[in-house]
């Protein structure tokens, strides 16, 4: 078990300062705390998906960008986009962080996107089809390009250094801390805004995950379908959000005499190479990049306190993931699944779940996994449901893995 201390902060440690959050659970990183503790599940009914077999999913309530961010840009962009940007002011107010303080030269932005925006193509598909070429919108290609939402973050703010969209399926969230700490030691920047953000907003992404049999089918009772680790888990609920965190190079962090969140201690990347969408059934790929972020971290796998999961809530990558963990741990410490309240964000949920994974270090406590009533007779795992747990920990392990079996992983230990 993880014991409740810390430890120096060393020159080339990364350094969480910041946190920003959207997720279904609420708007802002207190709210969505709030909701993840209740353990209450975020799905519902959802008008755009009416008349399609699957017809629910949880989306962030009451969320209309032109509130924050002002019609003009609001229009110009994708929802994806739009949650990003929400959730990278609250990082840079909750680090202390303004523009006008910082060499914008120094400044990246790393952001995981699943895909590219699906949003804007029914309707531009519509109109070339009726043979309305000038009614197409110019922002298109701009809204839907994975690489924009970075490129709007950076607009946004003015940081002129790395800008990068990481696309690694639903692995993109974590992936992208992995590089933008890669980026901070190899010293071209001193502060990198990374994380993940996505929206899965739109009739198109039910009817191609639904034709892929991965969606839950659950339409009788939304807010059960999104089950982590349960027996009658039958697949994932679509969802939206954006998790990001301020990493610094802990020298400049300290310079700035601001509070330092976490240590990003660890990182872990792997392919299954086994199936285009199907994890390896023993979790290989998964096992190997946990015990790369283990190696990276300096820690023992009995150092380790918690783990976040993937936690899909599919037959096939809950049990995978479920076998990773025993093969790496042995024993393994105690797990949740966050999707059970928040659905499935696919590049956005690595970098929600980040976030949430410092929040559990901080607070010395873990949310429970929603709707888990029987778990899986094969899944042995030590699962914390129905309340939150405290617990004493000085380390955190995230889990990320997407389609085309990449896997990515991250360590977060107490300062």
């Known amino acids: 078990m993880s014991e409740n201390c810390s430890t120096p902060v060393r020159r080339k440690d990364v350094v969480v300062t910041g946190l920003g959050l959207v997720t279904p659970a609420g708007i802002g990183t207190e709210a969505t705390w709030r909701g993840l503790l209740t353990g209450r599940p975020t799905a519902a009914a959802d008008p755009v998906l009416a008349g399609m077999p699957v017809d629910f999913s949880c989306r962030v309530p009451e969320f209309d960008g032109r509130g924050p961010l002002g019609h003009r840009l609001a229009r110009r962009l994708d929802r994806g986009a739009q949650l990003a940007l929400v959730a990278v002011r609250e990082a840079l107010t909750d680090a202390a962080l303004a523009p ?29 089809a009726e043979g309305r070429v000038g009614r197409v919108s110019p922002f298109m290609i701009t809204r839907s390009v ?90 994932f609920v679509l969802a939206e959000g954006a998790g990001v965190l301020v990493l610094e190079r ?49 820690l023992g796998p009995h150092e380790v306190g918690h783990v976040n999961a993937h936690g899909t809530s599919t037959p096939l990558n809950d049990l995978a993931e479920s076998r990773a963990l025993r093969r790496v741990f042995g024993t393994p410490p105690a797990v949740t699944a966050l999707k059970g309240t928040l659905g499935h964000a696919i590049g956005g949920s690595g970098g929600i779940e980040a976030a949430c994974s410092v929040l559990s270090l901080e607070r010395q406590t873990i949310p429970p996994t929603a709707n888990l009533d029987v778990q899986d007779p094969d899944i042995d795992l030590d699962v914390v449901t129905k309340n939150p747990r405290a617990l004493r920990l000085s380390s955190v392990m995230t889990n990320s893995f997407g389609f085309g079996g990449q896997n990515a992983v991250a360590v977060f230990t107490r300062l």
């Open 100 to 128: 006008a303080d910082w060499d914008p030269t120094r400044v990246a932005v790393i952001l995981g996107v699943g895909s590219n925006s699906l949003e804007s193509y029914p309707e531009a598909f519509r109109l070339l």
């Open 146 to 235: 994975p690489g924009m939402v970075a490129g709007e973050v950076a607009l946004e703010i003015g940081a002129r250094g790395p800008s990068l969209a990481v696309s690694t399926a639903c692995a993109s969230g974590t992936s992208a801390l992995g590089i933008a700490r890669d980026l901070l030691r190899g010293g071209s920047c001193d502060i990198a805004i990374a994380g993940g953000a996505e929206s899965t907003y739109g009739a198109i992404y039910a009817a191609t995950f639904g034709q892929m049999r991965a969606l839950s089918s659950r339409s009788h009772d939304p807010a059960g379908a999104s089950r982590p680790f349960d027996r009658d888990r039958d697949g």
């Open 250 to 298: 802990a020298e400049h962090a300290v310079a700035r005499r601001v509070a330092l969140r976490a240590r990003l201690a660890g990182f872990g990347s792997s392919s299954d190479a086994h199936h285009f969408t199907a994890p390896h059934p023993q979790g290989r790929g998964a096992a190997d990049a946990m015990n790369t972020a283990l190696r990276d971290a300096g």
